[in-house]
């Protein structure tokens, strides 16, 4: 037959999930180049969704979020082909609306469920009854799988399942597994001053994977579910405090500019702008006010410090006072005590708190008191339980980060206490090195001349 009497058709291509049973790519561009063969049509052009686009999330509209279907609806308003060819018409859409405007709009032939609808004499019956049973599928699919999420929701279960970090699957349960003990530790390397960057070399995973799993407070016995952390039925590998301490160290983070939350160098972070007080960083041979580099003039006119000096200025000062710090340092018994008693003064605020609140609404459920007259009470015992529990929070934070002795130690060892020879680097990771600093003092450089440096400010 002659190519250009041939009718053009375009072949489209998606799939919605990657399984075994699920139709590839492959088997799908095989079966319509197959059926073109047959009916005599000329494959001009393949349009396939990246797999990473091809299942769409949210209701109506899918259609436009997909970039290939896009392109493909184009090409054929540019008459580019005379019709569209797909494995079976659920690839175009299981939206009736999206489905409804696409057999306006297009013609087009599927392998599956026998569509010809190639021209205006065609009847659109056949395309619009497959759009309907494709979106009622979609529809059916939907109903179970909120249906099971559900079910996995009540049973303190991830609703959506999958891997999580540090633990393996045994019969639908999560159990710590051989990466249990990293998770564990990036945690607690995380809440001493470590990066994403070295938690990530810790965990062996990706800066994004190391971030999610942390985040995620999955190793808190927890699983984020609709932007909430709820309570899981797996086995915590750090303890509720570390979880708050976690959630401190992180939230502190947050308004510290991205180029020193990472520190290489040992007194990023530690030196300030004489100017407006933000952080300063290293810059080629000197430190520059992190304000004036991230966000312009409009914020900071800058301040610029040599390198040389503030590192001279910095080491007088830590020789100085390394013999007030260790006569002044608290043993870790002394800080684990008060940690813990001030734990327990909020643990009883908690708890008073939640029993006066518990006995309100008991009142209430009694007829004691109407639910609109009690409204105004119940709401500031509640804010009064919320209180409470955010100083409770606190308090087990707190204990978390209590140093121990042999960390003390090896920090008193860096400045010069004793006279143990060693590149301070052996005894404290770079950026344990650095919040150790941050602790210890406060630089402020004024300019090139005036350099201040005193007690670290709470």
């Given at each position: 037959m002659d190519t250009r009497t041939r009718p053009r058709v375009a072949i489209y291509l998606r799939q919605s999930i990657t399984k075994d049973d699920s139709y590839s790519f492959e088997i799908q561009e095989a079966a319509c180049r197959e059926l073109a063969d047959r009916e005599g049509w000329q494959v001009v052009d393949i349009f396939q969704e990246a797999k990473s686009t091809s299942a769409s999330k949210g209701g109506k509209g899918n259609a436009a979020k997909r970039p290939?279907?896009?392109?493909?609806?184009?090409?054929?308003?540019?008459?580019?082909?005379?019709?569209?060819?797909?494995?079976e018409t659920a690839r175009l859409a299981r939206n009736m609306a999206d489905g409804a405007q696409i057999v306006s709009d297009m013609y087009y032939a599927s392998v599956l469920d026998g569509v010809r609808y190639l021209d205006e004499d065609?009847?659109?019956?056949?395309?619009?009854?497959?759009?309907?049973?494709?979106?009622?599928?979609?529809?059916?699919?939907?109903?179970?799988w909120r249906e099971a999420h559900k079910r996995r929701f009540l049973l303190g279960l991830p609703p959506t399942g999958g891997h999580q970090y540090g633990y393996v699957q045994e019969k639908g349960a999560y159990l710590p597994g051989p990466d249990a003990p990293k998770l564990t530790e990036a945690y607690r390397r995380f809440i001493n001053g470590a990066g994403?960057?070295?938690?990530?070399?810790?965990?062996?995973?990706?800066?994004?994977?190391?971030?999610?799993?942390?985040?995620?407070?999955?190793?808190?016995?927890?699983?984020?579910?609709?932007?909430?952390?709820?309570?899981?039925?797996?086995?915590?590998?750090?303890?509720?405090?570390?979880?708050?301490a976690y959630l401190k160290v992180r939230a502190e983070r947050a308004d510290i500019p991205t180029r020193s939350r990472n520190p290489k160098y040992w007194l990023s972070g530690v030196a300030h702008c004489g100017k407006c007080g933000a952080t300063m960083v290293r810059n080629g041979r000197g430190m520059r006010c992190t304000a004036y580099v991230t966000r312009g003039k409009s914020v900071c006119s800058g301040t610029w410090g040599d390198l040389k000096k503030i590192e001279r200025k910095?080491?007088?000062?830590?020789?100085?006072?390394?013999?007030?710090?260790?006569?002044?340092?608290?043993?870790?018994?002394?800080?684990?005590?008060?940690?813990?008693?001030?734990?327990?003064?909020?643990?009883?605020e908690r708890d008073a708190a939640q029993e006066q609140l518990d006995g309100a609404v008991k009142r209430v459920l009694l007829g004691v008191v109407t639910e609109q007259e009690a409204a105004p009470i119940l709401?500031?015992?509640?804010?009064?339980?919320s209180e409470a529990q955010e100083k409770m929070n606190a308090a087990e934070a707190a204990l978390a980060m209590a140093r121990p002795a042999d960390d003390w130690s090896a920090i008193l060892r860096v400045v010069g206490y004793n006279d143990e020879e060693g590149d301070i680097f052996d005894e404290l990771?770079?950026?344990?090195?650095?919040?150790?600093?941050?602790?210890?003092?406060?630089?402020?450089?004024?300019?090139?001349?005036?350099?201040?440096?005193?007690?670290?400010?709470?």
């Open positions: 290939e279907l896009v392109a493909f609806r184009e090409a054929y308003d540019r008459d580019e082909f005379d019709f569209g060819l797909v494995h065609s009847d659109d019956f056949s395309p619009l009854l497959n759009m309907l049973l494709a979106h009622k599928f979609a529809k059916d699919i939907g109903k179970r994403f960057r070295v938690v990530a070399e810790v965990m062996g995973v990706d800066i994004r994977v190391a971030r999610r799993a942390l985040d995620s407070g999955f190793g808190a016995g927890l699983f984020l579910w609709q932007k909430k952390h709820w309570s899981g039925a797996h086995t915590a590998v750090i303890t509720h405090g570390e979880w708050q910095a080491w007088m000062y830590l020789g100085a006072h390394s013999k007030e710090w260790a006569a002044a340092m608290p043993a870790f018994e002394d800080e684990e005590q008060r940690a813990n008693a001030a734990l327990l003064d909020a643990t009883a709401a500031e015992l509640r804010a009064s339980v990771e770079p950026e344990e090195w650095n919040a150790v600093l941050k602790r210890l003092m406060r630089i402020t450089v004024y300019n090139y001349e005036h350099i201040e440096i005193g007690p670290a400010t709470a």
